[in-house]
Nanobody, 128 residues
Framework: VQLVESGGGLVQVGASLRLSCAVS????????WGWFRQAPGPGMVREFV??????????YYPDSVKGRFTISSDNAKNTVYLQMNSLKIEDTAVYYC????????????????????WGQGTQVTVRL
């Protein structure tokens, strides 16, 4: 499985970005998909930000992004997206997409240990 993220960049507070995760080697309809982020600095952990099931009809978000971020998937393009609105400085991080082809509930609820393949990440920087 290969995951390739794109769409990151440098934006101002309050702006929007849409990240894409192009998938090859697996269809998006057959797995759980997650987005995570890792902020700069020593000791920073990879934080869960969104997940979506294979059918694309159920999503899950932590409170830190709920109402601002939206995850979606497109079977025709075999791509998973993360729409990010009302960006804050604290959203600055490298964003990763990840896959759990076994569709475990643990992955859907944000446990990164259930994800077995990851993309290389895309940098998102939010400034004043």
């Amino acid at each position: 499985v290969q995951l390739v993220e794109s769409g990151g960049g440098l934006v101002q507070v309050g702006a929007s970005l849409r990240l894409s995760c192009a998938v090859s080697g697996l269809t998006v309809s057959s797995a759980n998909w997650g987005w995570f982020r890792q902020a700069p600095g020593p000791g920073m952990v990879r934080e869960f930000v969104a997940s979506i099931n294979g059918r694309g009809d159920t999503t899950y978000y932590p409170d830190s992004v709920k109402g601002r971020f939206t995850i979606s998937s497109d079977n025709a393009k075999n791509t998973v997206y993360l729409q990010m609105n009302s960006l804050k400085i604290e959203d600055t991080a490298v964003y990763y997409c990840a896959v759990d082809s076994f569709e475990n509930s643990g992955s859907f609820y944000g446990d990164k240990d259930w994800y077995h393949d990851w993309g290389q990440g895309t940098q998102v920087t939010v400034r004043l």
